[in-house]
């Protein structure tokens, strides 16, 4: 009771320490969104599968994993079908002719026989 006001001081202090970490994080965050979208990201471009905005290069949707290297497309709903599918794996419809494929001497997956770099790991294919 002799120091009735120590206790808002050590409040104060308390807070004085976390106030560089709040501060850091909200800088970084405003440092996020205003940074402009990049050349390479054409505008209105987006992944097929999420919708989320993906670069006119990109192979895979940075943000679901979608494959964007499109090798056949299902008839019946229009899903990207991997080599040598059969059935897509979306509505069941039979997948159309069956193309001629490779599998990548790094990863083992199939891919198209012109392909140049594997679709699945990115190692170029012997």
Do not use: W, Y
């Not at 670069?55 to 229009?78: A, I, M």
């Amino acid at each position: 009771a002799a120091n009735p006001g120590a206790a808002g001081d050590s409040m104060g202090m308390g807070v004085g320490f976390m106030m560089p970490a709040l501060m850091a994080q909200a800088m970084q965050l405003a440092g996020q969104a205003s940074q402009a979208p990049q050349a390479s990201q054409a505008p209105g471009l987006q992944c097929p599968e999420c919708r989320q905005p993906i670069r006119q290069d990109d192979r895979f949707c940075p943000s679901c994993g979608h494959q964007l290297v499109v090798f056949e497309q299902c008839r019946g709903c229009g899903k990207n079908l991997a080599p040598g599918t059969r059935f897509c794996p979306r509505c069941g419809q039979q997948a159309g002719s069956a193309r001629e494929t490779v599998k990548c001497p790094s990863c083992g997956q199939e891919n198209l026989a012109s392909s140049t770099f594997c679709n699945h790991c990115g190692e170029r294919m012997a």
